[in-house]
């Protein structure tokens, strides 16, 4: 029996050691983050207490085998078959340092922990691969390696029992046995409290960072997955009764008049959309970002039309594409894109513009695989759509995820001469995505930025590229006759470090320019609420050309317009209007709630409905 016990608290310690060291590894990795937020060393000090009930849960759950095993070989008098547990424990090492690598990798670019959500994008383990430097991916490797090795040897040289086998049945091992598991079921379930332990357990501080560091990667992907499937399989937003939501939904898009301010002089025009892959709006200095980050942006803001107040419906290329090009808000969990099953009840705003005589197109540097992009745009119907594996042109320079930008543009405005006029074409910028292997473009001292200071530095020469592209179009003959918008697909973390949960993170440019832009619109800046699902319907009024079918997509030009933007939380719903904001999380409540008190119900019950709703049409679909 001293043998079953000594083997269990061994080796439950063990694992404890192995938490806490992969979270130093991690917390070593961010430093720069910790610095941007502040914390204090007492925070990070006091995760070591509050990690640990959520800690031992994780113990439990993977002591559970362990512990059957053992006790059952304990009554038996065959404890020295224990060793066989190594098949176990070497593969539990492995992914646990696994899972930590991937959840380091990912924190950097997405701001969150390892989930189901982003075990989706795994699909395309290429494309992920693709987007980290050579030299992440072989330090991650050599530190998986190495951690898992260390661990595996600890637990052999110390945990692994040592003892002979023995005769006759162990009398005080069976009468052992139901304590075991009885201690191993509570520790699963977190105590004898009447709720179970679960994420939330773990978080005790006001910064996102130490709560992230708390949560044990284990514990986190297992609950995660299982929300995940059971979100995709059964979960709806019910909020309030199913009518109700529909006829909010609907009054938040009425619009009393017909009455859209046009800003452009030209009935058709040649349309160019500059996709913007990551932009924030805090490289832009006249949103609120650090000057010479992007200086050419800035002269073409001195005659184009700039949105100060857009925001991205989600974070990732896929959700972005889906509300630019089909006025659909970013899913909970999901993206449109990865179920084709859903493409019938998409709009398409380059089939619509197709019927008006427009020939449209799409250009991308690299490989539009990753979330299902490319059968989506195959979907919408793009007369024309060009990859970077197209693209045979010699003397290009090409990253890891393909053509760099400065060599990217100039070219595409060259193709747009070959097209038949009037166009819709859109080129996709590549370069401020990671791993940020551009080329450095001039010496502008970015010694400011403490943190992301490659995403900062790719923006910068992406934002050169920029002037080389427009150079070579206001050489090109149908210049005098396009707009040209520039818009990101979603935004990125920065320097401010803004919580992924906030509209400041979600913030992106917006900016129309072009000679069809009335003179009285240039240099101008608007700063109505609006998310990037508005651009069809916006561009289609513009136009002159209905845009009742894009039911999600809001004419922001309109004077009746009710101004408002949305982001998806996964689970909850982030709502911003003219009289305030919140975000909530089913899980967690409110992360953010600055609403007048008189009107904060009915908006509430806004963002509520408009979640719920969006919801539930995507899943009849």
Known sequence: MKDLLRYILKTSVLLLLLFDMMRLFFVLNYIPTIKSEHVAFADLLSVVWHDKHLDLSTVSYLMAIPVIVACVLAIMGRFDRMRWLRVYFVPVIFFYNLIVMGETGVYGEWKTKLSYKVLLYLKEPSEIISSVSTGKVAYFIVMLLLFSSLFVWLYIRFCEPKTKAQRGVSWSSLIATPFLFGLTFLGIRGGFNAIPISTASAYFSEHYFVNIVSVNPAYNLMESVTNGVKFDSQVTFDYMPVDKAAERVAKLHDVDCDSTVVILGEKRPNVVIVLLESWSADLIESLGGHGGITPNFASM?????LFTNCYSSGNRSQQGIASIYSGLPAVPVTTITLHPEKYHACQS???????????????FGGRL??????????????????????IKEPGFERGKLGIHDSYMLPWYAKQLSTMPQPFFSTVFTISSHSPYDCPRIDDTDFSWCSMERDFIESA????????????????????????????????????????????????????????????????????VIMGNTDFPAFLLAQLGLKHERYSWSKDFMNLCYRPFAYFEMGEG????????????????????????????DSIIMDGKAYVQHWYNEFCSY
């Open 573 to 600: 719903t982030a709502w911003k209007c003219s009289s305030g904001e919140f975000v909530l999380s089913n899980r967690f409540g409110y992360n953010v709630k600055k609403l007048p008190e008189k009107t904060a």
């Open 460 to 527: 910068h020469y992406t934002d050169h590229s920029l002037s080389l592209f427009m150079e070579e179009a206001r050489l090109q003959p149908w210049y005098d006759n396009t707009i040209f918008v520039f818009i990101a697909d979603h935004s990125h973390n920065t320097y401010y470090n803004h919580p992924l949960y906030s509209f400041e993170y979600h913030k992106i440019p917006l900016l129309v320019y072009g000679k069809p832009l009335l003179e009285e619109y240039r240099g101008k800046q608007n700063d």
């Open 301 to 305: 803001e001195k005659e184009g039309l």
């Open 369 to 390: 695989n990753y979330g299902n992009i490319l059968s989506f745009l195959k979907y919408l119907n793009f007369n024309k759509i060009v990859e970077g594996d197209d």
């Open 349 to 363: 705003l380059p089939a619509d513009l197709e019927k008006q005589g427009y020939y449209t197109s799409f250009y």
